[in-house]
């Protein structure tokens, strides 16, 4: 197997998750922490946020329903999810976590529904996306999860 080959195929893969807004330079920040003592930091971390983010939005969903136009309650949650997008560098989540917030400091029920909509698409992209990220890594070995590709 040409594990040097792989290694660029997935250098070439996060290349086009920055060019295409999916992140940010914080998660190069969390790529940072990660050494030999800990290898897969950075999936740990992604697999956590996703876990993490899935049940912020599902608890949000409650909220929206038990709760209808309690707009500084929904905030509240949309501003959970949105440091924890901020804090791995999920960029265009964290954009559709503010255009929830305009759309509640706007009272606007019909905008917030559509936002959590587009925010789920997002997710669901991202995780497919950092999943098949990782997969090529551990396919490239060792070498290529316990070092950050070069880009």
């Not at 040097?4 to 086009?16: D, F, I, P, T, Y």
């Not at 950075?42 to 939005?57: G, N, P, R, T, Y």
């Not at 791995?88 to 989540?93: E, K, L, T, V, Y």
């Amino acid at each position: 197997m040409d594990y040097s080959n792989l290694r660029r195929q997935a250098a070439s893969m996060k290349r086009g998750l920055f060019d295409q807004g999916y992140l940010d330079e914080q998660f190069r920040q969390v790529e940072d922490l990660q050494d030999e003592a800990s290898p897969n930091f950075v999936e740990e971390v992604v697999v956590l946020f996703f876990k993490d983010s899935a049940k912020l939005m599902s608890n949000l969903e409650q909220a929206l329903e038990k709760y209808p136009r309690d707009f500084n309650r929904w905030d509240a949650y949309m501003q959970q999810l949105k440091g924890s997008c901020s804090s791995i560098g999920a960029s265009r989540m964290k954009i559709e976590c503010l255009s929830f917030r305009d759309n509640c400091g706007q009272g606007n029920v019909e905008g917030c529904m559509g936002s959590l909509q587009k925010l789920k698409r997002e997710h669901a992209l991202l995780r497919q996306k950092l999943e098949s990220y990782f997969q090529l890594l551990r396919q490239a070995g060792p070498a290529g999860a316990a070092t950050r590709p070069v880009m």
